[in-house]
């Protein structure tokens, strides 16, 4: 079992900054891609941002010099950097761990961008 706990969400101005944190416990594999989705009521997940344990990136074109994903293969920590925010971008945010077996997600966190 996999274990992931996402915080960091909230109410942002449009414009301003957010950051989402990910600590991932439990049964980890070294090789192993960590991340981020989101969802728009109604509608399904869709992919935010990606990093392997390697550093490989995968950005939604929405997002690409906004946004920036990191992550500390030490604490087993996943973060999202959210610069410039859209009222479009409010939707509830989703952390992603999976390796060659096994897939698994957060609870979901909410963040919401006011024009």
Same mark, same amino acid.
């Given at each position: 079992?996999?274990?992931?706990? *996402?915080?960091?969400?909230?109410? =942002?101005?449009?414009?301003?900054? +957010?950051? +989402?944190?990910?600590?991932?416990?439990?049964?980890? &594999?070294? =090789?192993?891609?960590m991340?981020? #989705?989101?969802? &728009?009521? %109604?509608?399904?997940? *869709?992919?935010?941002?990606?990093?392997t344990? !390697? %550093?490989?990136?995968?950005?939604?074109?929405?997002?690409?010099?906004? &946004?920036?994903?990191?992550?500390?293969?030490?604490?087993?920590?996943?973060?999202?950097?959210?610069?410039?925010?859209?009222?479009e971008?409010? =939707?509830?945010? #989703?952390?992603? #761990?999976?390796? #060659?077996?096994?897939?698994?997600?957060?609870? !979901?966190?909410?963040?919401?961008?006011?024009?």
């Open positions: 079992q996999v274990q992931l706990v *996402e915080s960091g969400g909230g109410l =942002a101005q449009a414009g301003g900054s +957010l950051t +989402l944190s990910c600590v991932v416990s439990g049964s980890i &594999f070294s =090789a192993n891609t991340g981020w #989705y989101r969802q &728009f009521p %109604g509608n399904q997940r *869709e992919l935010v941002a990606l990093m344990n !390697g %550093g490989g990136t995968n950005y939604a074109d929405s997002v690409k010099g906004r &946004f920036t994903i990191s992550r500390d293969n030490a604490k087993n920590t996943v973060y999202l950097q959210m610069n410039s925010l859209k009222p971008d409010t =939707a509830v945010y #989703y952390c992603r #761990y999976n390796d #060659y077996s096994k897939i698994y997600w957060g609870q !979901g966190i909410q963040v919401t961008v006011s024009s």
